[in-house]
Nanobody
Framework: QVQLVQSGGGLVQAGDSLTLSCVASGRTLTNYAVGWFRQAPGKEREFVATFSRTGGYRYYADSVKGRFTISKDGAKNTVYLQMNSLKPEDTAVYYC???????????????????WGQGTQVTVSS
């Protein structure tokens, strides 16, 4: 089992930038798909970005493509989400996720991940 501890987030204005961090413990993230989901009030959890299990591919939701960047530091066992040009519609609780069993076709499904961070609030004011 992997424990995921998130940091970052907060209240920003539209157009600002934020970086979320997710530190994994218990296992190294080698051969894990690691990524981010978010949930806005009254909405379903939605996919944001993820690395494939091999780490060779990155996938993004259309709504964040070109503005958000997922990256990772293997030495620190940490995944990051750099968020630029934030919009009010990006307001949500963001969750770090990891799985060593998810298949490529399921990378965008929340139920494919069995390890979740505690969540961190990101609020973007207009």
């Amino acid at each position: 089992q992997v424990q995921l501890v998130q940091s970052g987030g907060g209240l920003v204005q539209a157009g600002d930038s934020l970086t979320l961090s997710c530190v994994a413990s218990g296992r190294t993230l080698t051969n894990y798909a690691v990524g981010w989901f978010r949930q806005a009030p009254g909405k379903e959890r939605e996919f944001v970005a993820t690395f494939s299990r091999t780490g060779g591919y990155r996938y993004y939701a259309d709504s964040v493509k070109g503005r958000f960047t997922i990256s990772k530091d293997g030495a620190k066992n940490t995944v990051y989400l750099q968020m630029n040009s934030l919009k009010p519609e990006d307001t949500a609780v963001y969750y770090c996720v990891a799985s060593n069993r998810v298949i490529t076709s399921s990378l965008r499904r929340a139920d494919a991940y069995d390890n979740w961070g505690q969540g961190t609030q990101v609020t973007v004011s207009s």
